[in-house]
């Protein structure tokens, strides 16, 4: 029934409208004065109060999803629960227990939008702890209340666009998703007087629901017609007369004006003022401020009216309602402008970097990488810039030049700014570019592609700076060189004949260093100079180079002073370092330069390569952002399990020799910490498989050392699949697979004379040879070595090539023996440290027990000192 046939006056009219209500029609009533009329009222059924009571608090809460208000949300849906349990008798008697399809509808959407909110991790995270708190207790509560209505959810999702019920109020279907222009085409039209003011549609409603367009015109002419005819009943009001054709005509005239306006992009202001203010088409995003005019015809375009009008464009930059995007579109357009005009290269290079410095603002959050799309503007106005300033050797841009001393018309030219803050920022928006890509996808792969266009970038930059700026800035632009060149491999400078005049990578950075180590001010470029030096030298097998470079620095004092990109930089540097020790066969150095890195256990955060869960305490979101910010491109990254690997094997050579020389000395070291932990579990395990990560490999291969099985040794660290992880990726793999070979046999050679020599007394070189099958000379030579360093007590007999081994050590049981000796000793003496500590603990009462003791043993340890004498002396007689 429609509400049209309502009695009642217009402000009732109004409420029930606003208040979306259906008034049945109630029999006639004669009425004999406007006041009695006022004061009607209106009878309205259980079924009309309970089911309008329930579209009331479907309506807050469609209120509440749009602003994204789960705290409110969750009140609001427990207050609806709570409606339905009071309409339920209403339910039964007339829908015969089945739940209203408006009903249905509000739980289906909001368990839709619940279950979006839920999906979307990111947001989620970004909620505050009471919405987020909220919308966990909203999603159960709605999970389990949704159970009772499985049939009719299920029955409306098959069929979601049906109409509601009949019972169902009008404007209460779906019409927050809707938009405003069918709101307007839905509402009826009414014509008005042309004397009538047009009332301004409302501008801050709470909500689009509210909105009642059009109301005004009708409510006010419908009561200057009661005004004249008092008589009118209020059906006779609303009955169809002749003028909705007229309607009909304004209606088409408004959409002919609409198309024409679409078409030509602009609307004249009669048109405005005759289409009585219809809507606008505006851009998404901030309001904009008003655009300032170009230039008038007939004004005479020279450089300073150029100048005068890019201030006037500039003055908008930073403020709140600056359209970014129609900044850049006037720059371009002034750009243009003075082109046409061929006002000089000079002005030109001015604008070109008004417009980097509007691409550098257009991005609103600085912690986001730019779009791809505006970071190749950037670079192609930084590259007109370069080409400008490269073109005349008469132009200068410094940014110590004041605007009142730029001189853009005559030489010699000078013009305010800074090429390289430029740059430095180019790079760093490339570098999040970077960031913000997958790197195992195609699209990093076509982002590192502009790194070619970067590095020639740079490389011209270098040029202009060279000619134009200061030794410190000269520093700053070959740093920023270095950056793009310390991490890659270039295979020219491995080649032992190279031409004369070539200029390899080594070469360049030992140019480009060495400038920054005698005209730098500052100690970060130096360090940063240094460190990138070091690692390419490490790269490239340079050993003694990046060794003595590195001991010269003093880094290791002072690094940790330093910024954390430094320290970043000093640990990728540690890193490769040790690398290049392991290829060059030094693995006690290897040892000492990865030891500090894995020990900790965290090299991937060390290194800038990712974040690993902290058990202890979770990260800040701000803290979150600042680490992410300084991790590396991933094309820059370290192998992790080469690494890790590299260190293992270097713990095993330098540990199991070691641990089988001190089998039974009670006060051994650890050389490795993590490497003896691995295999001291190992050992414990009751049933041991076949290795299967790399880790296993190498504690496998530590025990077969310890056998002197150096074969099965060889065959854990040197297979297919260790080769495929690790090996391969060296540089000259073959080389390394070769140099492991021979070390993983000498120091077998060595484990097995610590830990057989008792049981033999003499050894053959010859048969030692052929047993590790190493050079006769290189067998001697080990001998010797420890012979000389009192590891092993023998001599060596040239004529019959033998080693004599001097039976001076220990039997098995003797060693065991001294060694519960000294244990017992130990435990004698934290006794007898005990007993001197409880003499400051005597009762006033009597004396303790210890009392005596302490009279007959002065405090002094001289008894002590005594005894432990003496039993050196009697080792030393029985040796």
């Known amino acids: 029934m429609s509400r049209f046939f309502a009695t009642g006056t217009d402000s009732e009219s109004e409420s029930s409208s606003e208040e979306e209500q259906i008034v049945r029609a109630p029999a006639p009533v004669y009425t004999f004065s406007d006041d009695e009329e006022e004061t009607k009222r209106v009878v309205r059924s259980m079924k009309e109060k309970r089911y309008e009571e329930l579209e009331a608090i479907i309506h807050s809460l469609r209120n509440h999803r749009k602003i994204k208000d789960f705290s409110s949300a969750l009140a609001s849906f427990e207050e609806l629960q709570r409606a339905y349990t009071r309409a339920a008798p209403v339910v039964q008697k007339e829908e015969n227990g089945i739940a209203p399809r408006f009903f249905i509808r509000a739980l289906t959407e909001l368990d839709d939008w619940v279950t979006g909110a839920w999906n979307d991790r990111d947001s989620r995270k970004a909620l505050s702890k009471g919405n987020s708190k909220a919308l966990t207790s909203l999603r159960q509560k709605l999970r389990k209340y949704t159970k009772d209505f499985e049939a009719e959810i299920s029955k409306f999702r098959e069929n979601p666009d049906l109409p509601d019920d009949d019972n169902e109020r009008k404007d209460t279907s779906s019409s927050d998703e809707s938009d405003d222009e069918d709101k307007v085409k839905e509402k009826p039209k009414v014509s008005r007087s042309p004397e009538a003011p047009r009332r301004p549609p409302p501008q801050d409603d709470d909500s689009s629901d509210s909105m009642d367009w059009g109301s005004s015109s009708s409510d006010s002419s419908s009561s200057s017609d009661d005004e004249t005819r008092g008589t009118t009943t209020l059906r006779e009001r609303f009955l169809k007369r002749t003028t909705e054709r007229d309607d009909d005509e304004e209606r088409d005239r408004r959409r002919n004006r609409r198309e024409r306006r679409d078409r030509a992009g602009k609307v004249s202001k009669k048109d405005q003022a005759d289409d009585g203010g219809e809507w606008e088409t505006v851009r998404k995003g901030a309001a904009t401020s008003d655009k300032p005019k170009m230039f008038a015809k007939d004004s005479d375009i020279d450089a300073a009216l150029v100048v005068k009008k890019l201030g006037e464009i500039s003055a908008a930059r930073g403020r709140k309602r600056t359209d970014r995007r129609a900044q850049l579109e006037l720059l371009h357009e002034l750009r243009t402008v003075a082109q046409q005009h061929n006002l000089g ?18 991005n609103p959050k600085v912690s986001d990488a730019m779009k791809p799309e505006y970071w190749s503007r ?27 001393n730029e001189q853009l018309v005559t030489p010699p030219y000078k013009v305010r700014g800074c090429l390289l803050i430029a740059l430095e920022r180019l790079d760093d928006e490339f570098t999040k570019l970077l960031k913000e890509c997958d790197p195992h996808s195609n699209e990093y792969v076509e982002r590192l592609k502009d790194e070619v266009r970067v590095s020639a970038l740079i490389e011209r930059v270098c040029q202009v700076v060279e000619r134009d700026g200061t030794p410190q800035e000269i520093c700053r632009a070959y740093l920023r060189k270095i950056d793009h060149l310390y991490y890659k491999f270039d295979t020219r400078a491995m080649k032992k004949d190279q031409q004369p005049g070539e200029e390899t990578s080594i070469k360049k950075m030992e140019r480009l260093c060495k400038y920054i180590y005698a005209n730098d001010d500052t100690d970060r470029l130096r360090t940063r100079a240094i460190l990138s030096h070091i690692y390419h030298h490490a790269l490239h097998d340079n050993w003694f180079q990046a060794r003595d470079l590195l001991l010269m620095s003093h880094l290791q004092e002072n690094v940790q002073h330093s910024d954390p990109s430094t320290q970043i930089l000093y640990n990728r540097t540690m890193a490769n370092l040790g690398l290049c020790a392991f290829r060059r066969g030094n693995v006690k150095e290897a040892h000492g330069c990865l030891a500090e890195l894995m020990m900790t256990g965290k090299p991937k955060e060390l290194l800038a390569q990712g974040l690993l869960p902290q058990r202890q305490h979770e990260r800040s979101k701000e803290q979150e952002k600042i680490e992410k910010q300084r991790q590396m491109p991933f094309h820059m990254h370290i192998n992790l399990e ?27 070291r650890m050389i490795s910490k993590t490497f003896y932990q691995n295999l001291r579990a190992s050992e414990r395990q009751a049933l041991v498989g076949p290795p299967e990560s790399m880790r296993e490999h190498a504690v496998a291969a530590a025990r077969a050392m310890r056998r002197g099985d150096w074969r099965a040794c060889l065959n854990f660290i040197v297979n297919e699949k260790m080769n495929a992880k690790v090996w391969d990726l060296m540089v000259g793999a073959d080389n390394v697979r070769a140099m492991l070979g021979r070390l993983i046999r000498e120091e077998s050679l060595r484990t097995y004379l610590f830990t057989y020599s008792h049981v033999y007394a003499s050894l053959s070189l010859r048969s030692l040879a052929d047993m590790f099958e190493l050079p006769r000379q290189r067998v001697h030579s080990l001998v010797s070595k420890m012979i000389i360093n009192e590891e092993l007590l023998a001599s060596l007999d040239d004529p019959s090539e033998c080693a004599i081994l001097h039976r001076s050590e220990p039997t098995r049981m003797q060693a065991l023996a001294l060694q519960l000796a000294d244990k017992v ?3 004698v003496d934290s006794n007898e440290r005990i007993f001197e500590k409880q003499g400051s603990f005597f009762q006033r009462g009597g004396a303790p027990r210890g009392e005596g003791r302490q009279r007959e043993r002065p405090r002094d340890g001289w008894g002590r000192r005594q005894r432990n004498r003496r039993r050196d002396d009697e080792r030393g007689h029985e040796d």
Do not use: G, W
Not at 646 to 663: F, G, N
């Open 825 to 827: 000793a130990n435990l």
């Open 642 to 668: 080469l690494l890790e690997c590299v260190y293992l094997v270097s713990a095993m050579l330098i540990e199991i020799p070691y641990m089988a020389a001190h089998e039974f000395d009670a006060r051994r």
């Open 345 to 362: 290269d000079a002005l030109q290079l001015k604008l070109r970097a008004a417009t980097v410095a509007a691409l550098f603002d257009y």
């Open 378 to 404: 950037l670079v192609e106005n930084v590259d007109h810039m370069v080409t400008l300033l490269l073109a005349h050797d008469d132009m200068i841009l410094s940014e110590n030049i004041t605007e009142d």
